[in-house]
């Protein structure tokens, strides 16, 4: 399962009434370290697809999101349950970093 690109427009429909959790990768073109993770996220969404969605979200094409969720530095990743912002990590880590923290978040 890879990563799936979410929008304002599906926000709510993809993160905030999803059935299960979901880790919103907020990103953009320009942004190095965002690049690097995207990978890694790549790698997770195959090894706990079943667990979590994992979905990126471009913040020069979508702003309504990130500024709701006061997004102010990327890559900012942020896992919500039920519908709210459960867990938040700012800035890049290794792979084995994002997967410890967002197995110890769900």
């Known amino acids: 399962m890879a990563t799936k690109q979410i929008t304002d427009a599906s926000f709510e429909a993809d993160v905030l009434n999803s059935d299960k959790p979901v880790l919103v990768d907020f990103w953009a073109e320009w942004c190095g370290p965002c690049k690097m993770i995207g990978p890694s996220l790549e790698e997770l969404s195959e090894e706990l697809g079943e667990q979590v969605t994992i979905a990126?979200?471009?913040?020069?094409?979508?702003?309504?999101?990130?500024?709701?969720?006061?997004?102010?530095?990327?890559?900012t990743m942020i896992l919500f349950k039920g519908g709210n912002a459960a867990a938040t990590k700012v800035g890049a880590e290794p792979k084995g970093r994002i997967k410890a923290w967002l197995e110890g978040a769900l």
Request: charge should be neutral; charged fraction near 30%; hydrophobic fraction near 25%.
């Open 56 to 75: 990126k979200l471009n913040i020069d094409d979508n702003p309504d999101a990130p500024g709701r969720y006061g997004v102010r530095g990327i890559p």
